[in-house]
Nanobody, 119 residues
Framework: QVQLVESGGGLVQSGGSLRLSCAAS????????IGWFRQAPGKEREGISC???????YYTDSMKGRFTISRDKAKNTVYLQMNSLKPEDTAVYYC?????????????WGQGTQVTVSS
């Protein structure tokens, strides 16, 4: 059974940092790219970043500089380091799988983790 479990969210003050984790199980982790997304209340879901099997990364332009994605193949986990957080970063953050490489299609999704940034 494919599972993606996000963790690491919470309440943080503006300017603070969080590291989100996406723990994967039930599939061959090294066959998939992993992407991070977020959805704020009343807004559409937006992409943040994606990491390929070889470790190459992509970032949405507006996310470059403050967010860093990484993956630990030994732990079947992908991380999203978020720095200099702002209230507008408040959202539910999701990870998802993309077969073979970062693409526009994502197959499996986690349940999400809430990030709340206070001003």
């Amino acid at each position: 059974q494919v599972q993606l479990v996000e963790s690491g969210g919470g309440l943080v003050q503006s300017g603070g940092s969080l590291r989100l984790s996406c723990a994967a199980s039930g599939f061959t982790f090294n066959n998939y790219a992993i992407g991070w997304f977020r959805q704020a209340p009343g807004k559409e879901r937006e992409g943040i970043s994606c990491i390929n099997i070889d470790g190459s990364t992509y970032y949405t332009d507006s996310m470059k500089g403050r967010f860093t994605i990484s993956r630990d193949k030994a732990k079947n986990t992908v991380y999203l380091q978020m720095n200099s957080l702002k209230p507008e970063d408040t959202a539910v953050y999701y990870c998802a799988t993309s077969w073979s490489r970062c693409r526009d299609e994502y197959d499996y999704w986690g349940q999400g983790t809430q990030v709340t940034v206070s001003s």
